[in-house]
């Protein structure tokens, strides 16, 4: 099994970091405006992308406020099938640290090596919704 890790510091408060990832409304600020998200445990999430050509499909495991969200794949690609989301914050000061994981993948393959790079750079489109409240997914559709 193969996991995709990512870290990154932002200057926002646990609860702006938060709302980023564990409401609808922060995943259509920094991932893809085609979220569809019910914000309770065992909650459904469906992200859409290149006009619904592609959907993961998310059942929400965990919402810790503040703290963590958890979500498992259940359909859309193969590969992300079985894979689980992770984000977990933890302050530091006035800033928050975010780790990100993406794991569970059944092997290390060029796709999974080019979603471990697009993590990367959704790291900071999020960081970057938490710190401003600017919108700007990197999938507007």
Not at 16 to 32: H, I, L, S
Not at 96 to 110: E, K, Y
Request: charge should be neutral; include cysteine.
């Amino acid at each position: 099994m193969a996991d995709l890790l990512h870290a990154i510091q932002i200057d926002a408060s646990p609860k702006d970091v938060y709302a980023a990832f564990a409401t609808q409304k922060g995943m259509r600020g920094w991932w893809t405006a085609d979220t569809e998200m019910q914000e309770k445990v065992g909650g459904k999430a469906d992200f859409g992308f290149d006009n619904r050509g592609t959907v993961f499909h998310m059942v929400i495991e965990a919402l810790e406020a503040d703290r963590c969200v958890r979500m498992s794949c259940t359909g859309g690609d193969p590969q992300w099938a079985g894979t689980q989301l992770e984000w977990k914050i933890e302050p530091k000061g006035s800033k928050t640290n975010l780790s990100f994981s993406h794991r569970n993948w059944r092997d290390s393959t060029p796709y999974s090596a080019s979603c471990n790079s697009t993590w990367g750079e959704l790291m900071h489109r999020l960081k970057a919704f938490a710190e401003t409240g600017q919108t700007n997914p990197r999938w507007t559709r």
